[in-house]
Nanobody, 124 residues
């Protein structure tokens, strides 16, 4: 059974940092893209960042460029999201997901498996 488990969320002050982790189990996803999405209360889910199977191709939303960084460790079947210079508007539930093989996508519809999410709250 495929399972994605996010961790690393929490409460942080504006300007602070958090590192989210997402461990996948039940299947080898080393040939698949991985992505992070988020959903704030009352808002639609939005794309945050994605990384292809090798880690060479990375894309991130404009609102996180220069602040967030996505990476992966295929040996551990784990993807990370390093978040720096956090802002109150980054407050949301963050989800990791498994994307297409050998490619990347910024569309949530391209992602087949999703974690339960981890809450990130940034206080002002």
């Amino acid at each position: 059974q495929v399972q994605l488990v996010e961790s690393g969320g929490g409460l942080v002050q504006a300007g602070g940092s958090l590192r989210l982790s997402c461990a996948a189990s039940g299947r080898d996803f080393s040939n698949y893209a991985m992505g992070w999405f988020r959903q704030a209360p009352g808002k639609e889910r939005e794309f945050v960042a994605t990384i292809n199977w090798s880690g060479v191709m990375k894309y991130s939303a404009d609102f996180v460029k220069g602040r967030f960084s996505i990476s992966r460790d295929n040996a551990k079947n784990t993807v990370y999201l390093q978040m720096n210079s956090l802002k109150p508007e980054d407050t949301a539930v963050y989800y990791c997901a498994v994307g297409p093989p050998y490619g990347t996508s910024t569309s949530g519809q391209s992602y087949a498996y999703w974690g339960q999410g981890t809450q990130v709250t940034v206080s002002s």
